[in-house]
Protein backbone atom coordinates (compact mmCIF):
# COMPACT_ATOMS: atom_id res chain seq x y z
CA UNK A 1 0.00 0.00 0.00
CA UNK A 2 1.37 3.66 -0.93
CA UNK A 3 -1.13 6.41 0.39
CA UNK A 4 0.93 9.27 0.10
CA UNK A 5 1.41 10.96 3.93
CA UNK A 6 0.81 14.95 2.88
CA UNK A 7 2.34 17.49 4.94
CA UNK A 8 0.40 20.83 4.98
CA UNK A 9 -0.41 22.78 2.27
CA UNK A 10 1.24 26.02 4.02
CA UNK A 11 4.43 23.47 3.88
CA UNK A 12 3.94 22.47 1.02
CA UNK A 13 4.59 26.01 -0.92
CA UNK A 14 6.86 26.95 1.50
CA UNK A 15 9.05 23.70 0.25
CA UNK A 16 8.13 24.58 -3.38
CA UNK A 17 9.11 28.64 -2.82
CA UNK A 18 12.40 27.05 -1.55
CA UNK A 19 13.03 25.29 -4.71
CA UNK A 20 16.72 25.85 -4.65
CA UNK A 21 17.68 25.72 -0.88
CA UNK A 22 19.12 22.10 0.49
CA UNK A 23 16.63 20.83 2.74
CA UNK A 24 17.87 19.12 5.79
CA UNK A 25 14.41 18.13 6.30
CA UNK A 26 14.00 15.69 3.78
CA UNK A 27 10.97 13.70 4.52
CA UNK A 28 10.20 12.75 0.90
CA UNK A 29 9.10 9.51 -0.06
CA UNK A 30 10.57 7.61 -3.12
CA UNK A 31 8.05 6.59 -6.20
CA UNK A 32 9.83 4.41 -8.42
CA UNK A 33 10.55 1.22 -10.89
CA UNK A 34 11.63 1.28 -14.00
CA UNK A 35 8.79 0.82 -16.18
CA UNK A 36 10.21 3.03 -19.06
CA UNK A 37 13.54 0.88 -19.91
CA UNK A 38 16.25 -0.66 -18.62
CA UNK A 39 20.15 0.16 -18.77
CA UNK A 40 22.33 -2.06 -21.36
CA UNK A 41 24.08 -4.72 -18.76
CA UNK A 42 27.30 -2.30 -19.20
CA UNK A 43 25.94 0.37 -16.86
CA UNK A 44 27.29 -0.85 -13.73
CA UNK A 45 27.27 0.64 -10.97
CA UNK A 46 30.75 0.50 -10.17
CA UNK A 47 33.53 2.66 -8.16
CA UNK A 48 31.79 4.28 -6.37
CA UNK A 49 29.74 2.17 -4.13
CA UNK A 50 29.95 1.46 -0.44
CA UNK A 51 27.04 -0.67 -0.41
CA UNK A 52 25.22 -3.64 1.93
CA UNK A 53 22.92 -6.38 1.86
CA UNK A 54 22.47 -6.90 5.18
CA UNK A 55 19.72 -7.47 7.57
CA UNK A 56 19.38 -4.64 9.96
CA UNK A 57 21.75 -5.06 12.16
CA UNK A 58 23.42 -1.72 12.37
CA UNK A 59 25.16 -0.92 16.29
CA UNK A 60 26.41 2.20 17.52
CA UNK A 61 26.66 3.62 13.84
CA UNK A 62 23.65 4.84 13.41
CA UNK A 63 24.01 6.69 16.73
CA UNK A 64 25.19 10.14 15.02
CA UNK A 65 23.07 11.44 12.50
CA UNK A 66 22.74 14.99 10.90
CA UNK A 67 20.29 17.01 11.94
CA UNK A 68 17.66 18.29 9.44
CA UNK A 69 17.50 21.93 9.42
CA UNK A 70 14.43 24.32 8.92
CA UNK A 71 14.10 25.30 5.18
CA UNK A 72 17.24 24.30 4.46
CA UNK A 73 19.15 27.24 5.98
CA UNK A 74 22.28 27.46 8.31
CA UNK A 75 25.13 25.21 9.47
CA UNK A 76 23.94 21.87 11.23
CA UNK A 77 26.40 21.96 14.48
CA UNK A 78 26.85 18.51 16.14
CA UNK A 79 24.57 18.01 18.95
CA UNK A 80 24.03 15.69 21.69
CA UNK A 81 20.98 13.22 21.43
CA UNK A 82 17.34 14.10 22.57
CA UNK A 83 16.28 12.78 26.55
CA UNK A 84 14.69 9.48 25.80
CA UNK A 85 17.05 8.89 22.54
CA UNK A 86 20.36 7.86 23.63
CA UNK A 87 22.10 5.39 22.43
CA UNK A 88 21.34 1.58 23.47
CA UNK A 89 17.38 2.11 23.73
CA UNK A 90 15.03 -0.50 23.09
CA UNK A 91 13.89 -1.31 19.49
CA UNK A 92 10.33 -0.35 18.93
CA UNK A 93 7.75 -2.55 18.98
CA UNK A 94 6.98 -4.59 15.69
CA UNK A 95 10.36 -5.77 15.30
CA UNK A 96 10.46 -8.70 12.94
CA UNK A 97 11.05 -11.72 15.47
CA UNK A 98 14.19 -12.81 16.61
CA UNK A 99 15.90 -9.77 14.54
CA UNK A 100 18.06 -7.08 16.35
CA UNK A 101 18.41 -3.69 15.18
CA UNK A 102 20.08 -0.60 15.79
CA UNK A 103 18.51 1.99 18.14
CA UNK A 104 17.03 4.66 16.24
CA UNK A 105 18.15 8.03 15.65
CA UNK A 106 16.56 10.99 16.87
CA UNK A 107 13.24 11.53 14.03
CA UNK A 108 15.17 15.18 12.83
CA UNK A 109 18.36 13.31 12.07
CA UNK A 110 16.29 11.38 9.32
CA UNK A 111 14.38 10.91 5.71
CA UNK A 112 11.89 8.33 5.58
CA UNK A 113 9.07 8.06 2.57
CA UNK A 114 7.27 5.16 0.85
CA UNK A 115 8.82 3.16 -1.83
CA UNK A 116 6.70 3.88 -5.07
CA UNK A 117 6.93 2.83 -8.72
CA UNK A 118 5.59 5.76 -11.08
CA UNK A 119 7.39 6.49 -13.94
CA UNK A 120 4.48 8.68 -15.97
CA UNK A 121 6.33 12.10 -15.53
CA UNK A 122 8.93 11.43 -17.32
CA UNK A 123 7.21 9.22 -20.29
CA UNK A 124 4.80 12.73 -20.63
CA UNK A 125 7.78 14.92 -20.31
CA UNK A 126 9.17 13.43 -23.35
CA UNK A 127 5.97 13.45 -25.24
CA UNK A 128 5.97 16.82 -24.65
CA UNK A 129 9.11 17.98 -25.17
CA UNK A 130 8.89 16.08 -29.11
CA UNK A 131 5.81 17.87 -29.53
CA UNK A 132 7.96 21.38 -29.10
CA UNK A 133 6.77 22.46 -25.41
CA UNK A 134 8.12 22.51 -22.21
CA UNK A 135 6.58 20.28 -19.77
CA UNK A 136 4.34 21.80 -17.15
CA UNK A 137 6.80 22.49 -14.53
CA UNK A 138 3.92 20.80 -12.14
CA UNK A 139 3.98 17.79 -13.41
CA UNK A 140 7.54 17.45 -13.44
CA UNK A 141 8.50 14.37 -10.73
CA UNK A 142 12.39 14.14 -10.50
CA UNK A 143 11.83 10.51 -8.80
CA UNK A 144 10.09 9.31 -11.89
CA UNK A 145 12.86 10.84 -14.39
CA UNK A 146 15.43 8.70 -12.03
CA UNK A 147 13.38 5.54 -11.86
CA UNK A 148 12.53 5.45 -15.50
CA UNK A 149 16.25 3.59 -15.86
CA UNK A 150 16.67 0.64 -14.62
CA UNK A 151 20.37 0.38 -12.94
CA UNK A 152 21.95 -3.08 -12.27
CA UNK A 153 21.71 -3.30 -8.78
CA UNK A 154 22.30 -6.69 -7.03
CA UNK A 155 19.43 -8.84 -6.59
CA UNK A 156 18.48 -10.82 -3.48
CA UNK A 157 17.89 -14.46 -3.57
CA UNK A 158 14.88 -13.41 -1.63
CA UNK A 159 11.61 -12.09 -1.97
CA UNK A 160 12.91 -8.76 -0.27
CA UNK A 161 15.48 -6.16 -1.47
CA UNK A 162 18.97 -5.34 -1.85
CA UNK A 163 20.14 -2.26 -0.64
CA UNK A 164 23.38 -0.02 -2.48
CA UNK A 165 24.30 2.90 -1.27
CA UNK A 166 26.93 4.70 -3.33
CA UNK A 167 27.83 8.19 -4.62
CA UNK A 168 30.51 10.95 -5.75
CA UNK A 169 31.29 14.45 -5.69
CA UNK A 170 29.51 16.69 -7.78
CA UNK A 171 32.53 19.37 -8.07
CA UNK A 172 30.70 22.08 -6.30
CA UNK A 173 32.51 23.12 -3.14
CA UNK A 174 31.50 19.72 0.00
CA UNK A 175 28.54 18.78 -2.18
CA UNK A 176 28.32 14.92 -3.41
CA UNK A 177 25.40 13.00 -4.51
CA UNK A 178 24.47 10.33 -2.75
CA UNK A 179 22.46 7.52 -4.01
CA UNK A 180 20.13 4.89 -2.53
CA UNK A 181 19.23 1.80 -4.46
CA UNK A 182 16.92 -1.29 -3.52
CA UNK A 183 15.80 -4.11 -5.72
CA UNK A 184 13.80 -6.94 -5.78
CA UNK A 185 14.19 -10.38 -7.31
CA UNK A 186 12.87 -10.40 -10.62
CA UNK A 187 9.99 -12.76 -12.00
CA UNK A 188 10.78 -16.16 -13.32
CA UNK A 189 8.34 -16.04 -16.35
CA UNK A 190 8.44 -19.81 -16.05
CA UNK A 191 8.08 -20.74 -12.71
CA UNK A 192 5.33 -20.33 -10.58
CA UNK A 193 3.04 -17.40 -9.47
CA UNK A 194 -0.07 -16.27 -8.38
CA UNK A 195 -2.99 -15.74 -10.55
CA UNK A 196 -3.98 -12.39 -11.90
CA UNK A 197 -7.36 -11.18 -12.13
CA UNK A 198 -7.30 -7.47 -14.28
CA UNK A 199 -10.13 -5.50 -14.68
CA UNK A 200 -9.06 -3.12 -17.87
CA UNK A 201 -11.19 -0.20 -17.17
CA UNK A 202 -11.11 1.85 -20.95
CA UNK A 203 -11.90 5.45 -21.78
CA UNK A 204 -13.81 5.94 -25.03
CA UNK A 205 -14.61 9.42 -24.64
CA UNK A 206 -13.81 11.88 -27.35
CA UNK A 207 -10.89 13.27 -26.73
CA UNK A 208 -9.32 9.45 -27.22
CA UNK A 209 -10.40 9.54 -30.62
CA UNK A 210 -6.94 11.40 -31.28
CA UNK A 211 -4.36 9.14 -32.78
CA UNK A 212 -2.19 7.42 -30.27
CA UNK A 213 -5.04 7.35 -27.38
CA UNK A 214 -8.14 4.48 -28.17
CA UNK A 215 -5.80 2.70 -30.93
CA UNK A 216 -3.08 2.57 -28.46
CA UNK A 217 -4.98 0.87 -26.04
CA UNK A 218 -6.52 -1.22 -28.15
CA UNK A 219 -2.99 -2.37 -29.64
CA UNK A 220 -1.77 -2.48 -25.71
CA UNK A 221 -4.90 -4.71 -24.59
CA UNK A 222 -3.83 -7.31 -27.42
CA UNK A 223 -0.96 -7.83 -26.42
CA UNK A 224 -1.81 -8.39 -23.05
CA UNK A 225 -4.46 -11.02 -23.61
CA UNK A 226 -1.55 -12.87 -26.08
CA UNK A 227 0.57 -13.00 -23.03
CA UNK A 228 -1.21 -13.44 -19.78
CA UNK A 229 -1.07 -16.91 -18.90
CA UNK A 230 -4.16 -18.97 -18.89
CA UNK A 231 -5.00 -19.30 -15.71
CA UNK A 232 -5.33 -15.24 -15.25
CA UNK A 233 -8.29 -13.71 -15.68
CA UNK A 234 -9.34 -10.15 -17.20
CA UNK A 235 -12.80 -8.26 -17.82
CA UNK A 236 -13.37 -5.13 -19.56
CA UNK A 237 -15.24 -2.28 -18.93
CA UNK A 238 -15.32 0.95 -21.64
CA UNK A 239 -16.67 4.61 -19.84
CA UNK A 240 -18.03 7.87 -21.84
CA UNK A 241 -20.38 9.46 -20.31
CA UNK A 242 -21.88 6.03 -19.09
CA UNK A 243 -19.59 3.08 -18.54
CA UNK A 244 -20.74 -0.34 -20.50
CA UNK A 245 -19.37 -3.73 -18.80
CA UNK A 246 -18.32 -5.17 -22.69
CA UNK A 247 -16.73 -8.63 -20.76
CA UNK A 248 -17.13 -9.70 -17.37
CA UNK A 249 -14.63 -11.54 -15.32
CA UNK A 250 -13.38 -14.07 -17.97
CA UNK A 251 -10.33 -16.78 -17.28
CA UNK A 252 -8.53 -16.56 -20.36
CA UNK A 253 -7.99 -20.40 -21.40
CA UNK A 254 -9.69 -20.72 -24.45
CA UNK A 255 -11.40 -17.47 -24.11
CA UNK A 256 -8.87 -15.49 -25.79
CA UNK A 257 -10.66 -15.03 -29.02
CA UNK A 258 -13.59 -13.61 -26.87
CA UNK A 259 -11.43 -10.89 -24.99
CA UNK A 260 -9.98 -9.54 -28.50
CA UNK A 261 -13.35 -9.28 -29.74
CA UNK A 262 -14.25 -7.24 -26.84
CA UNK A 263 -11.44 -5.06 -27.61
CA UNK A 264 -12.19 -4.25 -30.83
CA UNK A 265 -15.52 -3.75 -30.11
CA UNK A 266 -14.03 -0.56 -28.49
CA UNK A 267 -15.10 2.57 -30.29
CA UNK A 268 -14.62 6.43 -29.04
CA UNK A 269 -18.39 8.14 -27.61
CA UNK A 270 -18.73 11.51 -26.49
CA UNK A 271 -17.69 12.95 -23.10
CA UNK A 272 -15.66 11.67 -20.17
CA UNK A 273 -17.03 10.42 -16.93
CA UNK A 274 -14.15 9.04 -15.29
CA UNK A 275 -16.01 8.30 -11.90
CA UNK A 276 -18.80 6.09 -13.62
CA UNK A 277 -15.77 4.32 -15.59
CA UNK A 278 -13.94 3.42 -11.93
CA UNK A 279 -17.36 2.66 -10.03
CA UNK A 280 -18.29 0.05 -12.86
CA UNK A 281 -14.66 -0.86 -13.10
CA UNK A 282 -14.19 -1.54 -9.28
CA UNK A 283 -17.38 -3.30 -8.80
CA UNK A 284 -16.70 -5.83 -11.75
CA UNK A 285 -13.54 -6.46 -9.95
CA UNK A 286 -15.12 -6.94 -7.09
CA UNK A 287 -17.58 -9.61 -8.52
CA UNK A 288 -15.08 -11.30 -10.03
CA UNK A 289 -12.76 -11.09 -6.68
CA UNK A 290 -10.10 -14.24 -6.70
CA UNK A 291 -8.99 -15.25 -3.67
CA UNK A 292 -5.11 -15.91 -4.17
CA UNK A 293 -4.67 -13.74 -6.91
CA UNK A 294 -3.56 -10.46 -8.20
CA UNK A 295 -6.70 -8.54 -8.11
CA UNK A 296 -5.54 -5.28 -9.89
CA UNK A 297 -7.98 -2.31 -11.78
CA UNK A 298 -6.13 -1.35 -14.89
CA UNK A 299 -7.24 2.15 -16.09
CA UNK A 300 -6.13 2.98 -19.93
CA UNK A 301 -7.24 7.24 -20.06
CA UNK A 302 -6.37 10.30 -20.40
CA UNK A 303 -7.57 11.25 -17.25
CA UNK A 304 -9.70 14.33 -18.41
CA UNK A 305 -12.87 13.89 -16.96
CA UNK A 306 -15.45 16.61 -17.68
CA UNK A 307 -18.44 14.67 -16.23
CA UNK A 308 -19.57 13.49 -13.25
CA UNK A 309 -17.47 13.63 -10.13
CA UNK A 310 -14.49 15.32 -11.68
CA UNK A 311 -12.82 16.14 -8.38
CA UNK A 312 -10.10 13.68 -7.48
CA UNK A 313 -11.19 13.49 -4.22
CA UNK A 314 -14.79 12.48 -5.19
CA UNK A 315 -13.24 9.66 -6.87
CA UNK A 316 -10.76 8.59 -3.92
CA UNK A 317 -12.89 7.09 -1.32
CA UNK A 318 -14.30 3.80 -3.43
CA UNK A 319 -10.80 3.27 -4.64
CA UNK A 320 -9.55 3.39 -0.76
CA UNK A 321 -12.88 1.19 0.06
CA UNK A 322 -11.97 -1.47 -2.71
CA UNK A 323 -8.18 -1.63 -1.24
CA UNK A 324 -8.61 -1.99 2.39
CA UNK A 325 -11.71 -4.55 1.86
CA UNK A 326 -9.86 -6.67 -0.94
CA UNK A 327 -6.78 -5.80 -1.67
CA UNK A 328 -7.90 -4.94 -5.04
CA UNK A 329 -4.91 -1.96 -6.38
CA UNK A 330 -4.88 0.60 -9.21
CA UNK A 331 -2.50 0.37 -12.24
CA UNK A 332 -2.81 3.96 -14.48
CA UNK A 333 -2.20 3.95 -17.64
CA UNK A 334 -1.61 7.21 -19.17
CA UNK A 335 -2.18 8.42 -22.89
CA UNK A 336 -2.58 11.39 -25.24
CA UNK A 337 -0.32 14.66 -25.81
CA UNK A 338 -2.85 16.46 -23.62
CA UNK A 339 -3.25 14.30 -20.14
CA UNK A 340 -4.66 14.61 -16.49
CA UNK A 341 -1.17 13.92 -14.72
CA UNK A 342 -2.15 15.07 -11.30
CA UNK A 343 -5.50 13.23 -11.47
CA UNK A 344 -3.92 9.85 -12.43
CA UNK A 345 -1.54 10.11 -9.87
CA UNK A 346 -3.42 10.96 -6.86
CA UNK A 347 -6.04 7.73 -8.37
CA UNK A 348 -2.95 5.63 -8.03
CA UNK A 349 -1.75 6.71 -5.05
CA UNK A 350 -4.99 6.25 -3.18
CA UNK A 351 -4.98 2.35 -4.96
CA UNK A 352 -1.77 1.61 -3.79
CA UNK A 353 -0.99 1.11 -7.36
CA UNK A 354 0.95 3.13 -10.27
CA UNK A 355 1.19 5.00 -12.78
CA UNK A 356 2.94 4.77 -16.58
CA UNK A 357 2.72 6.73 -19.52
CA UNK A 358 2.89 5.31 -23.56
CA UNK A 359 3.17 7.43 -26.85
CA UNK A 360 3.92 4.14 -29.08
CA UNK A 361 3.41 0.76 -29.78
CA UNK A 362 6.84 0.53 -28.58
CA UNK A 363 6.22 1.98 -25.05
CA UNK A 364 3.11 -0.02 -24.80
CA UNK A 365 4.67 -3.69 -25.37
CA UNK A 366 7.14 -2.87 -23.11
CA UNK A 367 4.68 -2.18 -20.25
CA UNK A 368 1.81 -4.71 -21.26
CA UNK A 369 4.59 -7.46 -22.77
CA UNK A 370 7.57 -7.18 -20.72
CA UNK A 371 6.48 -5.60 -17.37
CA UNK A 372 2.57 -6.16 -16.43
CA UNK A 373 2.59 -10.03 -16.52
CA UNK A 374 6.13 -10.12 -14.10
CA UNK A 375 4.60 -7.30 -12.04
CA UNK A 376 1.54 -9.43 -11.34
CA UNK A 377 3.57 -11.19 -8.52
CA UNK A 378 4.42 -9.52 -5.10
CA UNK A 379 8.23 -8.91 -3.21
CA UNK A 380 6.82 -6.62 -1.00
CA UNK A 381 3.92 -4.80 0.81
CA UNK A 382 4.07 -1.93 2.97
CA UNK A 383 7.72 -0.75 1.93
CA UNK A 384 9.44 2.22 3.51
CA UNK A 385 12.86 3.73 3.23
CA UNK A 386 14.78 5.37 6.12
CA UNK A 387 17.93 7.07 5.27
CA UNK A 388 19.90 8.07 8.80
CA UNK A 389 22.64 10.95 8.16
CA UNK A 390 25.90 10.65 10.85
CA UNK A 391 25.90 14.32 12.36
CA UNK A 392 29.44 14.36 12.83
CA UNK A 393 30.28 13.86 8.88
CA UNK A 394 27.21 15.61 7.35
CA UNK A 395 26.60 19.43 7.23
CA UNK A 396 23.27 19.29 5.19
CA UNK A 397 21.03 16.95 2.94
CA UNK A 398 18.41 17.27 0.75
CA UNK A 399 16.00 14.58 -0.88
CA UNK A 400 15.37 15.07 -4.53
CA UNK A 401 11.77 15.05 -5.54
CA UNK A 402 9.37 12.86 -3.49
CA UNK A 403 8.03 15.71 -2.01
CA UNK A 404 4.47 14.58 -1.92
CA UNK A 405 5.64 10.72 -0.83
CA UNK A 406 6.59 11.87 2.82
CA UNK A 407 5.89 9.33 5.63
CA UNK A 408 6.28 10.59 9.40
CA UNK A 409 9.84 9.46 10.60
CA UNK A 410 8.38 7.79 13.52
CA UNK A 411 6.03 5.85 11.79
CA UNK A 412 8.92 3.61 9.45
CA UNK A 413 8.34 0.66 11.95
CA UNK A 414 4.58 1.35 12.42
CA UNK A 415 3.30 -1.43 10.12
CA UNK A 416 -0.36 0.04 10.14
CA UNK A 417 0.89 3.12 7.92
CA UNK A 418 0.74 2.58 4.46
CA UNK A 419 3.77 1.97 2.22
CA UNK A 420 4.27 1.23 -1.51
CA UNK A 421 3.48 -2.13 -3.09
CA UNK A 422 6.32 -3.49 -5.07
CA UNK A 423 6.93 -6.22 -7.76
CA UNK A 424 8.86 -8.55 -9.22
CA UNK A 425 11.93 -7.06 -11.16
CA UNK A 426 11.18 -3.46 -9.53
CA UNK A 427 14.26 -1.00 -8.44
CA UNK A 428 14.00 2.36 -7.27
CA UNK A 429 16.27 4.77 -6.40
CA UNK A 430 16.28 8.19 -3.86
CA UNK A 431 19.27 10.43 -4.71
CA UNK A 432 20.53 13.17 -2.22
CA UNK A 433 22.13 16.31 -2.50
CA UNK A 434 25.20 16.30 0.53
CA UNK A 435 27.38 18.84 1.59
CA UNK A 436 29.92 17.07 4.07
CA UNK A 437 32.08 18.48 6.85
CA UNK A 438 35.52 19.49 5.87
CA UNK A 439 37.94 16.67 6.16
CA UNK A 440 34.54 14.24 6.90
CA UNK A 441 35.89 10.66 7.37
CA UNK A 442 33.78 7.62 8.27
CA UNK A 443 30.01 6.87 7.75
CA UNK A 444 27.96 9.22 5.79
CA UNK A 445 24.57 7.57 6.14
CA UNK A 446 22.48 4.44 6.32
CA UNK A 447 19.80 3.53 4.28
CA UNK A 448 17.01 0.52 6.08
CA UNK A 449 14.29 -0.63 4.08
CA UNK A 450 11.14 -1.99 5.96
CA UNK A 451 8.39 -4.06 4.15
CA UNK A 452 6.39 -6.73 5.08
CA UNK A 453 6.24 -10.39 3.62
CA UNK A 454 3.58 -10.31 0.53
CA UNK A 455 2.26 -13.93 2.15
CA UNK A 456 2.64 -14.16 5.99
CA UNK A 457 2.41 -10.61 6.71
CA UNK A 458 5.84 -10.37 8.23
CA UNK A 459 7.93 -7.37 8.66
CA UNK A 460 11.24 -7.58 7.52
CA UNK A 461 14.31 -5.36 7.34
CA UNK A 462 17.90 -4.52 5.58
CA UNK A 463 20.46 -1.65 5.82
CA UNK A 464 22.86 -0.63 3.65
CA UNK A 465 25.67 1.78 4.55
CA UNK A 466 27.91 4.22 2.46
CA UNK A 467 31.48 5.65 3.83
CA UNK A 468 33.07 9.20 3.10
CA UNK A 469 36.06 7.43 1.13
CA UNK A 470 33.07 6.45 -1.69
CA UNK A 471 32.16 9.88 -2.23
CA UNK A 472 35.98 11.27 -3.44
CA UNK A 473 35.36 10.19 -6.71
CA UNK A 474 34.36 12.60 -8.91
CA UNK A 475 31.28 12.07 -10.69
CA UNK A 476 31.91 12.29 -13.90
CA UNK A 477 34.57 10.70 -13.69
CA UNK A 478 35.44 6.57 -14.87
CA UNK A 479 33.40 3.89 -13.70
CA UNK A 480 30.78 5.85 -12.53
CA UNK A 481 27.82 5.00 -15.34
CA UNK A 482 25.00 3.94 -13.25
CA UNK A 483 25.53 6.62 -10.95
CA UNK A 484 26.08 9.14 -14.03
CA UNK A 485 22.70 8.21 -15.09
CA UNK A 486 20.79 8.78 -12.22
CA UNK A 487 22.48 12.11 -12.03
CA UNK A 488 21.44 13.21 -15.71
CA UNK A 489 17.85 12.49 -15.03
CA UNK A 490 17.57 14.49 -11.27
CA UNK A 491 19.45 17.15 -13.21
CA UNK A 492 17.49 17.44 -16.07
CA UNK A 493 14.33 16.95 -13.73
CA UNK A 494 15.22 19.72 -11.88
CA UNK A 495 15.96 21.99 -14.36
CA UNK A 496 12.50 21.53 -16.43
CA UNK A 497 10.66 22.21 -13.18
CA UNK A 498 12.32 25.11 -12.81
CA UNK A 499 14.02 24.54 -9.18
CA UNK A 500 17.26 26.61 -9.89
CA UNK A 501 19.39 23.81 -10.12
CA UNK A 502 21.38 21.51 -7.68
CA UNK A 503 25.26 21.77 -6.67
CA UNK A 504 26.93 21.14 -9.75
CA UNK A 505 24.75 21.23 -11.87
CA UNK A 506 25.76 20.96 -15.40
CA UNK A 507 24.28 22.81 -18.24
CA UNK A 508 21.64 20.82 -20.45
CA UNK A 509 23.76 20.73 -23.42
CA UNK A 510 26.43 19.03 -21.20
CA UNK A 511 24.23 16.86 -19.92
CA UNK A 512 23.26 15.75 -22.93
CA UNK A 513 26.83 14.89 -23.81
CA UNK A 514 27.02 13.07 -21.02
CA UNK A 515 24.26 11.33 -21.94
CA UNK A 516 25.36 10.49 -25.63
CA UNK A 517 29.01 9.05 -23.94
CA UNK A 518 26.78 7.09 -21.90
CA UNK A 519 24.98 5.43 -24.89
CA UNK A 520 28.03 4.92 -26.53
CA UNK A 521 29.64 2.54 -23.98
CA UNK A 522 26.59 0.68 -23.52
CA UNK A 523 24.64 0.60 -26.42
CA UNK A 524 21.31 1.93 -24.98
CA UNK A 525 18.50 2.99 -27.25
CA UNK A 526 17.12 4.26 -23.84
CA UNK A 527 20.00 6.42 -23.09
CA UNK A 528 19.45 7.72 -26.25
CA UNK A 529 16.06 9.24 -25.91
CA UNK A 530 17.45 10.93 -22.91
CA UNK A 531 19.69 12.67 -24.37
CA UNK A 532 17.72 13.79 -27.37
CA UNK A 533 14.96 14.89 -24.61
CA UNK A 534 17.40 16.79 -22.51
CA UNK A 535 18.66 18.29 -25.95
CA UNK A 536 15.24 19.56 -26.84
CA UNK A 537 14.78 20.95 -23.68
CA UNK A 538 17.88 22.92 -23.81
CA UNK A 539 16.79 24.37 -27.08
CA UNK A 540 13.03 25.33 -25.69
CA UNK A 541 14.72 26.68 -22.81
CA UNK A 542 17.12 28.77 -24.75
CA UNK A 543 14.27 30.70 -26.21
CA UNK A 544 13.33 32.05 -22.82
CA UNK A 545 14.31 35.07 -20.71
CA UNK A 546 16.95 33.44 -17.76
CA UNK A 547 15.65 34.29 -14.65
CA UNK A 548 16.69 36.36 -12.43
CA UNK A 549 19.56 34.32 -10.14
CA UNK A 550 19.03 31.62 -11.71
CA UNK A 551 22.12 29.15 -10.95
CA UNK A 552 24.30 27.42 -13.36
CA UNK A 553 27.37 25.72 -12.73
CA UNK A 554 29.95 28.75 -14.10
CA UNK A 555 28.66 30.41 -11.01
CA UNK A 556 31.85 31.66 -8.94
CA UNK A 557 31.05 30.27 -5.35
CA UNK A 558 30.09 26.78 -7.28
CA UNK A 559 27.69 26.30 -4.54
CA UNK A 560 23.66 27.33 -5.61
CA UNK A 561 22.84 27.27 -1.61
CA UNK A 562 25.86 29.41 0.10
Same mark, same amino acid.
Given at each position: MKRPHRRSTARSAARSAAGSTVRGTARGTVRSAALAGALAAALLAGGCAGSANDSAKESADHRRTAPRLPNGGGTAAPTAPADGQADGRDAPSGAPEGEQRAPSPAPDYLSTFALDVDTASYGYARRSLAE???? *????????? =????????????????????????? #?????????????? #???????????????? =? %?? *? %???????????????? $??????? +??????????VAFSDEAETLLPMTRLGDARGRVREAVDSLAVRSSTNLEAGLRTGYDVASEGHRKGATNRVVLLSDALANTGETAADALLGRIDE??? +???? #?? =???? %????????????????? *???????????????????????????? /????????? =????????????????????? +??????????????AGHTVTALYAVKTRPGASGRIAT /??????? !??????????????????????????????????????? $?????????? !?????????????????????????GELAEAVRQADRLIGERPSQEGEFRSGDPSGDPYA
Open positions: GRLP *DPATVRPEE =FVNSFRPDYPRPADDGFSVTVDGAA #TGAAGWSLVRVGLA #TRGADRAGERPPAALT =F %VV *D %VSGSMNEPGRLDLAQH $ALRLAAD +ELRDDDSVALQRR +EKGI #TL =FGVG %VGSDYGDELMERLADKG *DGQTTYVSTREQARKVFVDQLPAQVELR /ARDAKAQVA =FDRETVERFRLIGYENREVAD +EDFRNDRVDGGEVG /ATVRWLD !PDSRSPQERSGTVEAGALRAGLWGGGHDSLQLSAIAAYF $AEELRGGGGL !PGAPRLGELAGYADALRGRSGSAVV
